[in-house]
Each structure stands twice: as structure tokens, then as C-alpha cells.
């Protein structure tokens, strides 16, 4: 029997089978997954295949999956989501600020994995003039480099219906920082699903987190069959480390600075101190941004020093 997983609660899987069942079901201990230093084996958006017994004994070919790190074995990763069709990255530049590291490693990590990113800024009510003229200047630096940005308002409404449009009969990672309003988004995304929110911790600033495991969530036409796509709720995520990248691969997952790496004298620059480094060039010239350029640096500091670094 083959089927989709649609939840992760720790040790159990919900496998929504081909005919429509809802299925509680487990892996055996040894059911590992060669080449990928995990924590998890089988991720919410795995096709699996389960025995009689709620046994899941395969696993299909992943088209893509994207990781962050584990919570508590710093040298594995643990896989968010797999077989996705784009990812949102929920940000905001107030209440809280997300950093464009934490943006800029987010994308790193997508490209790398091969999932398209829409980068989705949340709290548009909240800006004065001043932030909404930065979040403008964000909103620009991104664009400029390639990505969609849509500018919403979980809490008003405003921007939702363009970002459903989106989804439409697609397999979608809602993502970011714990506090930029996942919840409140995915509430308003699919009607009666009814997520628990939390309020912002006033003492750091920061997002409570609301969601321990992933969860596909069907999207359906007035909460009836059939089904029109998915909306992947994750855990709120602090950092993305250098999972199973190398130093030279990492200037390929920055798409500003890969287009001017190839005017590079060296083959093998490092776009760091080189002689007729093109890289190093455009970052003076401004056109490639400071902040991406020391987000890249930040990423190769993680393989140099063997560590991961959280993107705060």
C-alpha cells in the first residue's frame, strides 16, 4: 500500500494512502536512509510504501527535501519537508526583525536543494513610514536578484488572496522565524484550520514556538474533496548550517555573486582576498549587496571553523 506522509509527531507517521485512509504508522529501528546524516528517516511529503501491520518498509525517490539542523546532534541535519513544490519564507522587519543572514542561508539552502522560494513579508500593518521604506529597500535587493517577494498582512488580510492564488495545486513549506506570524498566515490561508497563535515574548523580542512537528495541511474547495495542493507547517527555525556543501559549491547558492564569479581570473577563487576577483569587485561597485556578500562569507566560516552558526 503506498501513500503520502502528511505528519510527523515524533515516532509517528500519518500516511495518507492513495485511497484516501488516514493511517498511524511507524518505521523499524534499522530503516535508515543511505548517503543523508539524519535524525529523521521518512519526512512529512514522503511517498512510502506500508505493510499491513502500519509498518513503513519504503521509501520513493525524493525529487528534493530541504534541511535545517538537528536540535540536538550538531552534526546531523534533520529534513523539514521533502517533495516540495516552492517554499514561503515568512519575514518581518519589526516585531521581530528577521536578519537577511537568516534570509540569505534560508536561499542558500533552497538553491541547494532545489526548492523555489517565494519570500513572503508578514506585519505589513504594523510599519511607520521609515520601516515601510526599508522593507521597500529589502523588498528591492531581492527582487533585483531573482525572487518573488510578496508584501501581506496576515492580521488585515491584505496580500492573502495573491498568496493563495500561488498555492494553488501546489505542494507549499510555509517557513521563518519563530514570532512572524505562521500561525496567524496559515489561518487565514486555509479557513478552518484554526492553528494556535502565541504573542511575542516581550523580553527578547522572539517568537514562542506554536508547532513542535510538520504537518501537511490539505487545501480543498470549502474544506471538501477533492484535494488542491498542500501547505507544509514547520517548527519555527532559529538557523541554517552548511549541510553536505562544500566551500567551492556554496558561491553557486548565492545567485548575485555566482553571475559575477565567472568573470573571476582565478577558477578557484574564493572571492575573498584574490587578485582580479570579479566578486570582490561588484561588492565594491554595489552591485552585489554588502549584506549578501558577508552572509556568504558567514557560510563559508561555518566549513572552515567545521561548526554551524545560528542566523539570529
Known amino acids: 500500500m503506498k501513500g503520502l506522509v502528511v505528519k510527523n509527531t515524533g515516532s509517528w507517521y500519518t500516511v495518507r494512502t492513495d485511497d484516501g485512509q488516514l493511517l498511524d504508522c511507524k518505521i523499524k529501528g534499522n530503516f535508515r536512509l543511505k548517503g543523508i546524516r539524519t535524525t529523521n528517516p521518512v519526512a512529512v511529503g514522503d511517498r512510502v510504501e506500508v505493510n499491513e501491520e502500519g509498518w513503513i ?44 543572514t ?32 526599508y522593507q521597500e529597500a529589502v523588498v528591492n535587493l531581492y527582487e533585483t536578484i ?3 517577494c510578496r508584501q501581506v498582512s496576515a492580521q488585515t488580510g491584505s ?23 505562521k500561525s496567524t498566515l496559515i489561518n487565514k490561508l486555509v479557513p478552518g484550520v484554526n492553528l494556535r497563535t ?38 519555527g527555525i532559529k538557523g541554517f548550517g552548511t549541510f ?12 548575485d555573486i555566482f553571475h559575477f564569479s565567472k568573470d ?3 577558477s578557484n577563487c574564493t572571492h575573498t582576498h584574490e587578485p582580479g576577483c570579479a566578486v570582490l569587485k561588484a561588492v565594491e561597485d554595489h552591485y552585489i549587496a554588502e549584506s549578501r556578500y558577508q552572509s556568504y562569507l558567514s557560510m563559508l566560516d561555518d566549513k572552515e571553523e567545521g561548526k554551524y552558526r545560528e542566523a539570529q
Do not use: W
Open 198 to 235: 502565541a504573542e511575542i515574548s516581550d523580553a527578547h523580542n522572539m517568537g514562542m514556538h506554536t508547532t513542535t512537528f510538520s504537518e501537511m495541511i490539505p487545501l480543498t474547495a470549502n474544506g471538501h474533496e477533492p484535494i488542491a495542493g498542500y501547505l507544509i507547517d514547520t517548527p
Open 57 to 100: 518498509v519504503a521509501i520513493e525517490d525524493r525529487r528534493n527535501y530541504i534541511i535545517r539542523k538537528s536540535i540536538n546532534l550538531s552534526k546531523q541535519s534533520h529534513i523539514i519537508a521533502a517533495n516540495v513544490d516552492q517554499a514561503f519564507l515568512v519575514v518581518t522587519v519589526v516585531n521581530p526583525q528577521t536578519s537577511t
Open 264 to 266: 573571476c581570473r582565478f
Open 102 to 133: 537568516f534570509i540569505d542561508r534560508f536561499l542558500a539552502s533552497a538553491e541547494a536543494y532545489r526548492v523555489p522560494v517565494v519570500l513572503v513579508f508578514n506585519k505589513t500593518d504594523l510599519l511607520d513610514d521609515d520601516l515601510q521604506r
Open 159 to 181: 496580500g492573502i488572496d495573491e498568496l493563495r492564488h500561488l498555492m494553488a495545486g501546489k505542494i507549499t513549506l510555509l517557513s521563518g522565524n519563530s514570532g512572524v506570524g
Open 244 to 255: 553536505d556543501m562544500e566551500p567551492e559549491e556554496i558561491t553557486g547558492y548565492f545567485k
Open 146 to 148: 531573482g525572487y518573488e
